[in-house]
């Protein structure tokens, strides 16, 4: 699986958007990207997945360049709630191997 | 919505205690994965199921050992608990094929003394 790289931290203020960037400059063609977050003391929670299009729902927006090379994670009106640390992974799907999570981006949110 | 249940949320053992972590999932999920977490480490997989009575090591087995009799357990056992191994544990499933997102129990906080 392709290695990410991800800010340490970030913050925002409530009710902005928070962009959150990852690159993966070794991505494969058949690698998805995916996005999870931890709020503390909590599991990992899954939030959005992609391959090359754009991708919405309820929780976020995934933007993915066209070279694949990087993407970014869109919460579009940031709350408290959202304070957690987010995790980008990318890997190939239909296949039982393991799953490696790197260190994340803890995002703040202000009030 | 598939439920992870990890069967503690606290733990405390002793040094040398051997120490079971069983985790359930509730989807019919052929893999499971067994995950710990520190303070500036993130997340580390120690092992990880495919299959019934399948096992892979991730980066970190040494000193854990794992059981899959059953589809919806998956064990984690350390056969000798150390210091170190103080930690918060993560189960997770995941169904092979199609939608591939991983759901996670809510964790065990293991203090070994």
């Known amino acids: 699986d392709a290695k990410t790289t991800q800010p340490t931290s970030m913050d925002c203020a409530e009710g902005r958007a928070a962009n959150l960037p990852c690159n993966h400059s070794t991505i494969s063609g058949n690698e998805y990207v995916y996005w999870y977050r931890q709020i503390h003391s909590q599991g990992p929670q899954y939030i959005i997945h992609?391959?090359?299009n754009n991708e919405t729902n309820e929780m976020a927006s995934l933007i993915i360049t066209e070279d694949r090379k990087s993407s970014t994670l869109i919460l579009p009106h940031a709350t408290l709630r959202d304070t957690a640390v987010y995790y980008c992974i990318v890997r190939v799907d239909s296949s039982a191997s393991k799953i490696i999570f790197g260190s994340g981006t803890r995002l703040s949110i202000r009030p | 919505d598939v439920k992870v249940t990890q069967s503690s949320r606290y733990l405390v053992k002793r040094t040398g205690e051997k120490v079971f972590l069983e985790c359930v999932q509730d989807m019919d999920h052929e893999n499971m994965f067994w995950y710990r977490q520190d303070p500036g480490l993130g997340l580390r997989l120690i092992y990880f199921?495919?299959?019934?009575?399948?096992?892979e090591k991730g980066d970190i087995p040494e000193g854990y050992s794992v059981s899959r009799e059953k589809k919806e357990r998956f064990s984690l056992i350390l056969e000798s608990a150390s210091t170190n191994q103080t930690s918060m544990y993560l189960c997770?499933?995941?169904?092979?094929?199609?939608?591939?997102?991983?759901?996670f129990g809510s964790g065990t906080q293991l203090s070994v003394l």
């Open positions: 997770a499933s995941r169904l092979t094929g199609g939608d591939e997102k991983l759901f």
């Open positions: 199921s495919y299959d019934v009575k399948m096992k």
């Open positions: 992609g391959l090359k």
